[in-house]
């Protein structure tokens, strides 16, 4: 069996399990030249991790990505709106990962991250959410690198949330309930 885990941020991941060995991709970016724009997302590149996944043989049973959950617009104190506008643009990146998916045939449910997170986060002490997902796949996967590159020095949370929607994928596979 084969699933993946995608955490569709720009500092997010793709993890895929398979003979019980997680293979983790870091979110494909092109970077921008400082003061020449964004970051963008490299789509050939994610399109062809995809299509190799699928040349390995083995079919990709299900793919769990993260759902976007809008917030309600606040303005900061200088008139700059965050959340609406920002929310929007991530349940678009969110869509487009299902329609890639989609056009390549490959089974795919979004998920909210309360819900996956209610789950893979059980009995995991503290209140930040994204200490708690190194935490949680540190525990479930000892030995498993989660920083971002050699070069990093910490954990990165969205490797751990990647590699948690991953197993959460399987165990939904596996008959698993999703309310624990």
Same mark, same amino acid.
């Given at each position: 069996? %084969?699933? &993946? *885990? +995608?955490?569709?941020?720009?500092?997010?991941?793709?993890?895929?399990? /398979?003979?019980?060995?997680?293979?983790?991709? !870091?979110? !494909?970016? +092109?970077?921008?030249?400082?003061?020449?724009?964004?970051?963008? /997302?490299?789509?050939? @590149? +994610? &399109?062809?991790?995809?299509?190799?996944?699928? =040349?390995?043989?083995?079919?990709?049973?299900?793919?769990?990505? =993260?759902?976007?959950? !809008?917030? !309600?617009?606040?303005?900061?104190?200088?008139? &700059?709106?965050? #959340? *609406?506008?920002?929310?929007?643009?991530?349940?678009?990146?969110?869509? #487009?990962?299902?329609?890639?998916? @989609?056009?390549? =045939?490959?089974?795919?449910?979004?998920?909210?991250?309360?819900?996956?997170?209610? +789950?893979?986060?059980? #009995?995991?002490?503290?209140?930040?959410?994204?200490?708690?997902?190194?935490?949680? @796949?540190?525990?479930?996967?000892?030995?498993?690198?989660?920083?971002?590159?050699?070069?990093?020095? %910490?954990?990165?949370? #969205?490797?751990?949330?990647?590699?948690?929607?991953?197993? /959460?994928?399987?165990?939904?596979?596996? *008959?698993?309930?999703?309310?624990?």
């Amino acid at each position: 069996m %084969k699933v &993946v *885990g +995608i955490d569709p941020g720009k500092k997010g991941a793709i993890v895929a399990l /398979y003979d019980s060995k997680p293979h983790i991709t !870091p979110m !494909p970016i +092109i970077r921008a030249r400082p003061g020449e724009g964004r970051d963008e /997302y490299d789509i050939a @590149a +994610i &399109v062809a991790l995809f299509r190799d996944q699928l =040349e390995m043989g083995d079919p990709i049973d299900l793919v769990m990505v =993260e759902k976007a959950q !809008p917030l !309600p617009p606040i303005r900061t104190s200088d008139g &700059v709106e965050l #959340g *609406g506008s920002l929310a929007n643009f991530n349940r678009g990146v969110q869509s #487009g990962f299902v329609w890639l998916l @989609a056009a390549l =045939e490959i089974p795919c449910q979004p998920v909210p991250a309360r819900t996956w997170q209610k +789950i893979m986060l059980a #009995g995991t002490p503290g209140a930040d959410t994204k200490q708690r997902s190194i935490l949680a @796949a540190g525990r479930l996967f000892p030995g498993v690198d989660l920083k971002r590159s050699a070069r990093s020095r %910490k954990s990165d949370d #969205g490797i751990a949330d990647a590699l948690l929607l991953a197993e /959460y994928a399987r165990r939904i596979k596996n *008959g698993g309930s999703r309310n624990g």
